[in-house]
């Protein structure tokens, strides 16, 4: 009988940021100003980085993309309800279900979240430099971050 040995592996610390392909770069940066507020760090015809604190949404230009049917990616914000009227004044379709997703113009399927609803959590320092240190995580989140000995203190 061989002793199995255990393969060492990296740990996962988070979501850097997200490439999302779209057709033009300056329509993106349009497009997601609707309805969010972030940083622009760096912009060419090719490409564009936008900002959220600590992470960042990397837009790059692909004129052919396919639109997704299940693959998403989720943005947690301050205020979903704000999030959605800005959406509908700006005229985008929202999907059927229980869930505030949509597809942006080149295909990609966004899914925005309340922040403080959900377990993913930005450090006091981060949230303060962002403007958001008023934003605090609902009893049922903490308990949910408490069940895996993550809460904060």
């Given at each position: 009988?061989?002793k ?57 230009k ?89 809460a904060?203190?």
């Amino acid at each position: 009988m061989t002793k199995k040995t255990e393969t060492l592996k990296a740990n996962a610390v988070g979501i850097n940021h997200v490439a999302l392909e779209v057709g033009d770069i300056d329509k993106a940066l349009e497009f997601y100003s609707g309805f969010l507020n972030f940083e622009i760090n760096d912009k060419s015809d090719t490409q564009a980085f936008i900002y959220f604190g600590d992470q960042f949404i990397n837009f790059t230009k692909h004129s052919d993309r396919k639109p997704d049917e299940k693959r998403h990616f989720g943005i947690a914000v301050d205020d979903k309800e704000l999030a959605r009227q800005s959406l509908e004044e700006m005229g985008v379709k929202l999907l059927s279900g229980s869930f505030l997703d949509f597809l942006d113009p080149w295909g990609n399927r966004v899914e925005i979240t309340t922040y403080i609803n959900i377990q993913y959590t930005k450090a006091d320092h981060i949230l303060r430099g962002m403007g958001l240190s008023n934003l605090k995580k609902t009893a049922q989140a903490l308990a949910e971050l408490r069940a895996k000995g993550m809460a904060p203190e």
